[in-house]
Structure formats: structure tokens, C-alpha cells
């Protein structure tokens, strides 16, 4: 069963950069659309950013100018670029997307098991 991978947590200060990787444990599959959500203990989990297989990103109001979503060339990975983050940008990370296998959509949804930003002041 192909997973999605989330990497790139860890521990920074406040106005440090972080970039996030969203990728397929096995190469045949590809992301299409994909999604960054959060979620810190006691709150519910919130959307960050989207790009879709075709077209730009989109971002969450309080993300907007500070973070940047992108993918390599091949679509084996989606980055999550952050910069100038902030304690309440301490999260898991979670990375959801749709794929596809050989150019051919794959039937369901995606989601990684997480990667923990934490943020210290």
C-alpha cells in the first residue's frame, strides 16, 4: 500500500525557516493535488495550503507572504517553504493529496502520518 511521507520537522526559533517535503514511499506514484493542513494538541486541524495538479497555490490568510508551496519537476515531491515562523505555527504537519500512477489517477485519498514543527520563543 503506497503512503504518503511527510519529512523536514523539528525544533526552531521564532523568525527561522523550515521547508516541509510531501512525498510517495514508492516512485511509480506521483502527486497530483495536494494538500497542508496542521493541527496543535486541543485545537482542530486547519488548512494551510493547496496546489492543485494544474494551476497556482493557495494559502491560508494567516500563512499568506510567509509560507511557499512548490513541487520538483517530476511531481515526486511537494515542498512547504516557511519562513519567518511563529510559536503559534507549532504543529503537525500533515501532508494530504491525491496521486496518480503511471499518468493515471489513483481512486482515494492520501493521507502522511505527520511531521512536528515546533517553534520555541
Known amino acids: 500500500q503506497v503512503q504518503l511521507v511527510e519529512s523536514g520537522g523539528g525544533s526552531v526559533q521564532a523568525g527561522g525557516s523550515m521547508r516541509l517535503t510531501c512525498e510517495t514511499s514508492?516512485?511509480?506514484?506521483?502527486?497530483?493535488?495536494v494538500v497542508w493542513y496542521r493541527q496543535a494538541p486541543g485545537k482542530e486541524r486547519e488548512w494551510v495550503a493547496s496546489?492543485?495538479?494544474?494551476?497556482?497555490?493557495n494559502y491560508a490568510d494567516f500563512v499568506k507572504g510567509r509560507f511557499t508551496m512548490s513541487r520538483d519537476n517530476t511531481r515526486a515531491k511537494v515542498f512547504l517553504q516557511m519562513t519567518d515562523l511563529k510559536v503559534e505555527d507549532s504543529a503537525v504537519y500533515l501532508c494530504?493529496?491525491?496521486?496518480?500512477?503511471?499518468?493515471?489517477?489513483?481512486?482515494?485519498?492520501?493521507w502522511g502520518q505527520g511531521t512536528q514543527v515546533t517553534v520555541s520563543s
Open positions: 494530504f493529496a491525491r496521486l496518480s500512477r503511471y499518468y493515471v489517477s489513483v481512486p482515494g485519498d492520501y
Open positions: 514508492e516512485s511509480p506514484y506521483k502527486l497530483a493535488d
Open positions: 496546489l492543485a495538479t494544474r494551476g497556482s497555490p
